[in-house]
């Protein structure tokens, strides 16, 4: 049944698993991202001759007709949510449409333009009749491509909350953005940045109103892969692909879909809508940002074909001492184009990195620290603290730890040099007695749909004008889970 569901068509599969769920099982909610295709970026061919310089925006009729259908087929589609980008806030007919529609459908919307007047934009639409909106918050990364996402948090409203009192929080909190497109390797840095202050807002927001664990679902245009340095970025956070998640893909089927023909003709899959239930365990954030920028590092590394002892050799430089200093470190990021220039590293996280690597605490970096924080980046033991230092390790793992003042470490289960694919969906097992165990909402993925449907399986159709990207819409059951508890 799962798999037939899986094989319709856009909006069919999902109304079709809607309708057929037993009535006493609690109501889905259901989730959409879509990249529009903003007509000022949207190029058009006018008799048989490509111009450059063609934009759908010069020809109303054209824009009109192609956001008509859009519109039309989310509507028929109903979405408890809609995430939108590239969505053409520079032109006020097209705002009051969107608006009108949606309005009418009841759908609360919000809305947010790129800065420097870039022309576009994002929009965030909620059905009223299925959530109490408590705040939306605007985040502005101020960088190199004008960029931005939108917060919104929201509590579920009978009859989808799966509780009818008041002993369990219901709220979900939801973002919407767009990331810059990586023209060129220097831009991946930027991107990985932009994620990074996506995830430190949402923790200071939910630090600045004392949210306990709370669902979050991040939705959008990545601008990158399941290779690509943001998708291991936020998997170590905890994160999961919804899309994957629904169809039993794992992070080394990179290829079984794709959601964008981009400008060079290329295919691939960027649009996600990503799930962190409250019973995840996380590592810190600043570590997994760490770990994410010495991932980049090895990668170059790997790419100029060097060895880890070539590149140890290389760092430490003309040094005597087997060690790198701080300044040799500094001069190889440069090296590496991650630093010296606007979009690099900046002096503080430069300084973040070295911390992380220097595991001693002595000032310079011995092959057993670089190992340890460029080749197999995750574990660092600082012996002076006989602690594990930034990693937060379920209990019910059970890893064998003895932190002496040589810096000892057992481990029975291997975390020691983890690959991205292999990583495992670390969870709370709800076995503890009832009661005793603070509860939360989470959500199961329940379905998962792109549409044209040839993209699901990687292919992208010729005759498909809505936009450049396919639309995602997943299926959410929610769930009663326990909070996670993490130790440092």
């Given at each position: 049944m799962r798999k037939e569901r899986r094989s319709r068509i856009g909006s069919y599969a999902i109304s079709s698993l809607m309708s057929t769920r037993d009535h006493r099982q609690q109501p889905c909610i259901t989730c959409t991202t879509f990249n529009i295709l903003a007509p000022i970026y949207k190029r058009l061919t006018i008799n048989n001759d490509q111009d450059q310089n063609s934009r759908e925006s010069d020809y109303r009729a054209y824009w009109l007709v192609r956001?008509?259908?859009?519109?039309?087929?989310?509507?028929?589609?109903?979405?408890?949510?809609?995430?939108?980008?590239?969505?053409?806030?520079?032109?006020?007919?097209?705002?009051?449409?969107?608006?009108?529609?949606?309005?009418?459908?009841?759908?609360?919307?919000?809305?947010?333009?790129?800065?420097?007047?870039?022309?576009?934009?994002?929009l965030i639409a909620v059905r009223k009749d299925y959530f109490r909106v408590i705040n939306h918050r605007e985040l502005l990364f101020n960088d190199c491509g004008d960029r931005v996402a939108q917060l919104l948090h929201v509590e579920l409203a009978p009859p989808c909350s799966p509780c009818r009192n008041n002993d369990t929080r219901q709220e979900i909190l939801i973002v919407?953005?767009?990331?810059?497109?990586?023209?060129?390797?220097?831009?991946?840095?930027?991107?990985?940045?932009?994620?990074?202050?996506?995830?430190?807002?949402?923790?200071?927001?939910?630090?600045?109103?004392?949210?306990?664990?709370?669902?979050?679902?991040?939705?959008?245009?990545?601008?990158?892969?399941?290779?690509?340095?943001?998708?291991?970025?936020?998997?170590?956070?905890?994160?999961?692909?919804?899309?994957?998640?629904?169809?039993?893909?794992?992070?080394?089927?990179?290829?079984?879909?794709?959601?964008?023909?981009n400008h060079r003709g290329n295919i691939c899959g960027v649009d996600f809508i990503w799930l962190l239930?409250?019973?995840?365990?996380?590592?810190?954030l600043k570590t997994s940002w760490s770990e994410a920028v010495f991932g980049m590092f090895k990668y170059l590394l790997r790419r100029a074909?060097?060895?880890?002892?070539?590149?140890?050799?290389?760092?430490k430089a003309d040094s005597d001492c087997d060690y790198i200093t701080y300044s040799g470190f500094c001069e190889y990021l440069q090296q590496l184009n991650?630093?010296?220039?606007?979009?690099?590293?900046?002096?503080?996280?430069?300084?973040?990195?070295?911390?992380?690597?220097?595991?001693d605490g002595n000032g310079v970096l011995d092959y057993k620290e670089f190992q340890q924080a460029v080749v197999a980046p995750g574990l660092a033991i600082n012996p002076e603290k006989k602690a594990i230092r930034h990693?937060?390790?379920?209990?019910?793992?059970?890893?064998?730890?003895?932190?002496?003042h040589g810096g000892i470490l057992e481990l029975q289960q291997r975390i020691w040099n983890p690959t991205w694919s292999e990583q495992k969906d670390d969870v709370i097992q709800d076995d503890s007695p009832k009661g005793r165990e603070e509860q939360t909402i989470g959500f199961s993925v329940e379905n998962a749909v792109l549409f044209p449907p040839e993209v699901e399986k990687g292919m992208w159709p010729e005759?498909?004008?809505?936009?450049?990207?396919?639309?995602?819409t997943v299926v959410f059951s929610p769930i009663r889970m326990p909070c996670s508890q993490l130790i440092s």
């Open positions: 956001n008509q259908r859009i519109l039309d087929s989310l509507l028929r589609e109903r979405s408890s949510i809609i995430c939108l980008q590239e969505f053409w806030l520079g032109n006020e007919e097209l705002v009051n449409m969107y608006e009108k529609r949606l309005g009418d459908a009841g759908y609360l919307n919000f809305k947010l333009a790129r800065t420097n007047n870039r022309g576009d934009g994002l919407n953005t767009h990331l810059l497109f990586p023209h060129d390797s220097s831009l991946s840095l930027v991107r990985l940045n932009q994620v990074y202050k996506i995830l430190q807002y949402v923790e200071s927001y939910q630090k600045e109103n004392k949210l306990s664990p709370t669902p979050i679902m991040l939705c959008g245009d990545w601008n990158g892969s399941k290779r690509g340095h943001v998708y291991k970025f936020l998997r170590s956070q905890g994160f999961v692909s919804s899309y994957d998640t629904a169809h039993q893909y794992t992070d080394a089927d990179a290829h079984k879909w794709v959601s964008h023909l239930n409250p019973n995840r365990y996380r590592k810190l074909s060097l060895t880890e002892k070539d590149a140890f050799a290389f760092l991650l630093t010296g220039h606007c979009n690099g590293l900046s002096d503080e996280e430069t300084k973040d990195l070295w911390v992380q690597a220097d595991i990693m937060l390790i379920p209990v019910e793992k059970c890893y064998k730890i003895r932190c002496s005759n498909y004008s809505l936009s450049d990207h396919a639309r995602l």
